[in-house]
Every structure is written in C-alpha cells, then in structure tokens.
T-cell receptor, first 114, second 111 residues
C-alpha cells in the first residue's frame, strides 16, 4: 500500500508570507505526527493528532504555527508570517494507533524562507 | 526535560564488521525505543523498536535495552557499505505519543 505522502516536496517563500504544508497518512492510520528537522537541531516534535483531535501540541514553537486534521485523514500544518528560522524539513509520520506503535515517515517538505 | 543522547560520530567500520551504535536516555518513564536509519537527503526509515529489557533480533540487526542503565544500543552484523547512513535513536514516553530523538550517529562502512 501507499506510504505517507507530503506536499509540496519543496517550498521557497519570502519572509512574512504564510505557508501550508500537507500530509496524507497511510490509509487507516489514526495517529498523525508532525516533526521538523533542521541543521544542528535534530528532529523535533511539533504536534500529534489522534483522529481529529490534538492531544499534544507541546512542540509548536510559537503561535505562528498551527495544524488541523479533518476527516481523520489529511493534515495541514500552517506557518504564518514565516521567519528565516522556520527553514527546515517538515516531516509527517503516521501510526496505526491501535496497539501498533511504529511511526512511519513521509518524504518531508523542505521549506526555505528567504 | 526528556533527553536522548547519541554520539554524533562519525563511526567508521570495515565491511563485514559489527557496528555498535549507542544511545542513553534521561527519563526512566520512557517505555519504548526506536531505531531509524536516515540516508542523506531522505526521511527516516524505521529499522526496529524495543520495549522490553534484553535483546531483540531482526536479520542483521539486534537492538538491546537496559532500563536499569537507561541505555539502548543497535548492533549491525556483517556491515555493508549500503548501511552507511545516520542512525537515529528515539524514546517514547507514552504508547502512541511523540518520539524524542537523539542527534543521530553517522555510520560509515568502508569497503
């Protein structure tokens, strides 16, 4: 079956603009996670969804970051008024959420803020 | 602050040797541990996970967990040049919850 998909694969934007990143999890996976990976910072957790609710938003770095998930499937991560420090690879992962604990990652979206 | 620590490397081993990758964690409440492999420019790929003390084997890979010492390791037997990548260790406090990643260890397998 298909894995986790993310779009766009690359996004270049100007400082101050808003961006939306999309994640489509593995079919049937109820848990969805957003992480970001930047040079020197490693892989950082952002937010976790179980179904459409987000029980853990503790990793969102500021109120410029938000995410939603509708229909228990696709999720969108929105970054408002982008800053240069937002430049990173944004990774989405999904898990079956039903005893299965493994998280499977998508290919990521490379965001560059000029 | 829950932390996972790894030596950044690079760790260099000859082809056919055993590569040993190590990870320590600060939170005794961490339940499960995951090893991911990440090739340059690619996303992390799950190798295996472990949640019980002892060893867990899968092909050429063995994960080891020692909760008393808060130590996790990954052994790669018969290392191949294709194993050259960055290996990420991650801990999970709650089942189904977020992963806390170490900085990763770069492994280089020389032919």
């Amino acid at each position: 079956g298909a894995g986790v998909s993310q779009s766009p694969s690359n996004k270049v934007t100007e400082k101050g603009k808003d961006v939306e990143l999309r994640c489509d999890p593995i079919s049937g996976h109820t848990a969805l996670y957003w992480y970001r990976q930047s040079l020197g910072q490693g892989l950082e957790f952002l937010i976790y969804f179980q179904g459409n609710s987000a029980p853990d938003k503790s990793g969102l770095p500021s109120d410029r970051f938000s995410a939603e998930r509708t229909g228990g499937s696709v999720s969108t991560l929105t970054i408002q008024r982008t800053q240069q420090e937002d430049s990173a690879v944004y990774l989405c992962a999904s898990s079956s959420g039903q005893g299965g604990n493994e998280q499977f990652f998508g290919p990521g979206t490379r965001l560059t803020v000029l | 602050q829950k932390e996972v620590e790894q030596n950044s490397g690079p760790l260099s081993v000859p082809e056919g040797a055993i590569a040993s990758l190590n990870c320590t964690y600060s939170d005794r409440g961490s339940q499960s541990f995951f090893w991911y492999r990440q090739y340059s420019g690619k996303s992390p790929e799950l190798i295996m996970f472990i949640y019980s003390n002892g060893d867990k084997e899968d092909g050429r890979f063995t994960a080891q967990l020692n909760k008393a010492s808060q130590y996790v390791s990954l052994l790669i037997r018969d290392s191949q040049p294709s194993d050259s990548a960055t290996y990420l260790c991650a801990g999970q406090y709650n089942q189904g919850g977020k992963l806390i990643f170490g900085q990763g260890t770069e492994l280089s397998v020389k032919p």
